[in-house]
């Protein structure tokens, strides 16, 4: 197998549905032309905060196409594997593989809290059936399965596990990977509110939230750090900085289906249990982002 | 509605499983049996300890039908809804209403972490839909939703909604509850190892998880409490302290299902990413079982 | 050395103090003699409820003394050792001893999260140099330091310790330390709104708190619960629990001086850092206290 | 008052016992010398890692005058407040500017956790007391209060508070304290193993723990980050991040000092309920110092 070496900014793009919560195909073909022609390296479907929860086995692979669609190989285009049952998860990335997408997120295991043992063997597993590459995501935070760098010394046999989105919030694996497994895998930071700590200490991408709504923003970050222009990457990341938090909340999703509307790239229809913001939590956002236009930096220079 | 008034001891039974992972339909006959004629009130599938997680819609509403035969009417058989997304949880409690059964069990959120309003809404939508009597399955533990006694006040005037599963892990709770709304709902602890100081502080039953391998040990300690011999409940409970905390685990399938296995009432077989114990872990349940065992009272009197 | 069995309702007595933060000791002479006066079996003084980290060595032991004068050998005096260093606890538990305390309550380790082995070794250091019963203060939750059930097995050999505060927050401890080691301690409930439950399970009393401001009706509860009433006794903790949680809070000292003023004995005046209750906190504990007073059951006849 | 800017490497320094626990002020002469000469900008006496919770009011005091003595007005000796009483602490800062010190730490609230009212009012008294520079030290880990970039605003008034000890564990916080007050406080990483992520979001130096022991490689990651040489900074961290993490446990105090000792500058005496580690802990210990002394890099060049 051919490893990728994926870099740079990867959106997990939000799924559009119209308002009886139907897929909206065209309204995701317009939103992912606008996440590519605005720079970004690869685009990651059906994650968390693709509200993977309520869509349905074919609704993923259905999302996946279009996204393949618009894509038309100018960027890789991963899918998220979000099976809760192993079993499930083979079916899906074989489908998903047909279908033609270039890689898999896979999160070692979902609802039920895995120990690592179990969690390997989920993804040797799912890597085994997938034959392409995979990027482990890591978030005991939200789904209680934490892969250690050790496990990841484990797993380095794997030849389809190529790359990491570190989400533990702890900005301090990033440094113990590297020291753990050096270049094995690339290492995607999935926190917003971490990217430019993520960056400097050496990641490889950002597995990106608010890129949804500032797509030109965060490629324009990535390409300061690459650039080892810190002082502009640290002026542009402090602007970002009350937009990049919104990702970290319960409401992530909620949250920044306001953003896009807002910004005028998106709507805000969610699949309930999810309701979209009311009250205070919608007057906040609101304000967030009313700070944020009203001093938005002009970042065409670094694109 | 007729408010049935639960009370008792409702097993959360587990879902057999063939080494191939396909249902075992006459092993859950004859678990379910065993159970009925152990004493138990009532029976719940497809809980946690059911392995919701892994069992598809269709595999939900055959594993309840195999439970709605074996009871025969006997006693009420409850089925957990675990839809994750809100469209199909109207589905599920259509189609297990359809079928017979004689209520639910719903959580207010499955993986999403819904705030109160979302998740108070989610269950007055399904409960209209279910046009049967419903216990809400309150866990902040395992799934990131809390509601509060100030929120069953709120949900007081939605009739179907006749029950709470208190498993915020807060003995507190109960009484918080009564003091809050008195009798409004039956109050079931939901957590094994606090049986005996939930029914103290008068919770109406137990929704329990060791029940699945000792029906008459759990049906006794109930007995013992309604006949408020509270010195042999006591007892009865230090004895079987042990094997409940047990329950509270994230491995509390695969332990339940090794007790099951070594008392002779079921087998190992678990639905990947789960499997079965290994090593220190096995060997733990094991002499716990094994102490269990060899001090086994006689409850023959209490039943 | 003579194991006192201590048991029944010891309050954690506040400290009080004149406005400029000088001891009161004319308030305390009353204040004690008011508890004792009311049944209570035993006190404790200097524990965080009496802001023993705002009171130096020799204030300690002047409370401490005043305490020893009222009580005039009705009832056992115990003092809590909450010295950082282990040299000042050895000092000042000679001295302690030398004015004829009864016994002390003892922190595993204060300020500094010892581990197990540093723990023991400290509380055995401390039993050796006081020579009177002690009971050990096991808090993970306010101190980090967490002594089990298997640690109280090693320590069984050190026959001054003949007791524990159990404050986990953890009802299933109380069971679990029966199972450990028999009755080789006598156990108290350290948490006000797990009285009952520690009581229904086992426990030799009540290390207290909301008992500074109701006295005869903790007793009242204790009583009942020796008597096996447990029905008349679940009625008055019912009507307790409101006021009981207010001991389970960061502002403990505060809302419990002001429950004290609010029902006639005592005053709110703290040294600071701690500042007297204000705003929305302050009204809450008026309204608690408030509706139990308007309400407030009479237990004459249970004590 | 003038704002003294403090910027660079401020070790917390260890305090130095003989076997007995005495002080040995020879060998602390002989530390802080050493800390001098390798190019720190500051001294901190008495902090956490000073053990400040095992030292009398007046032994805090001569520590801090041996510290004065060495410095001989060659870099800024600060001290730690750490007394529990507001009124003690007071009295300590009084003193402490008598004998010279260059400026304070100040911790919210000691060991009582205090509310945001509370600690702020506790800081503005000590601040008008002691009439010297203050840097706020913010450990919510540690010491459970919190003070928010919106609480620094309320601050900004009080001009004897200069600096923020950030040690919060979550370092987004430098940035949204940069957003929230600008440059108004200077800022102070307070985690070792945070330090690199810290210098590249600007804060103006570390409150350093591995420094004990490797003051040169400490300064010289300083000086390679001011210098904006962020891949040489970047490969020394990696190289110093095992040794750092040392400094993130409760027994950090132990830990150091083991590192002291292996390295030679040193000794492992601690005061009691402290003991030096044992077992597996030693081994771990010895084997990252072992690890790190084999690849210690030369930073001659960067001094």
Redesign the interface.
Known sequence: MNNPKWRGIFPAVTTKFKEN?DLDHAAMEKHFEFQISSGVHGLLTCGSLGEA??LSFEEKLEVTQTALNVADKRLPVLVNVSE????NALRFVEQAAKMGVQGFMVMP???????A???K??LR?IAKAAQLPIMVYNNPVAY?VDLTPADFIDLADCEQIVAIKESTDN??RI??L??AVGTRYQLFMGVD??S??GL???ADGLLAGLVVAFPQETVALYNLMQA?R??EA?KL??WF??LM?LDVS??LVQNLKLVETLVGVGNEFV?????PL?GAEREFVTMIVSKALATRPDVSAYL
Chains 1, 2, 3, 4 share one sequence.
Do not use: C, W
């Open positions: 919560e929860s309520t809760t049952r192993t079993a295991s979902v609802l039920y809290a895995a120990d043992r179990e969690a063997d989920n597993t209680k900005i301090r440094t113990d590297r020291n509110d971490l430019f700590e400097a200490v050496g080892k810190y002082d640290l990341y402090q900085m009350p938090h319960n409401k699949r309930r249990p999810r309701q009311v």
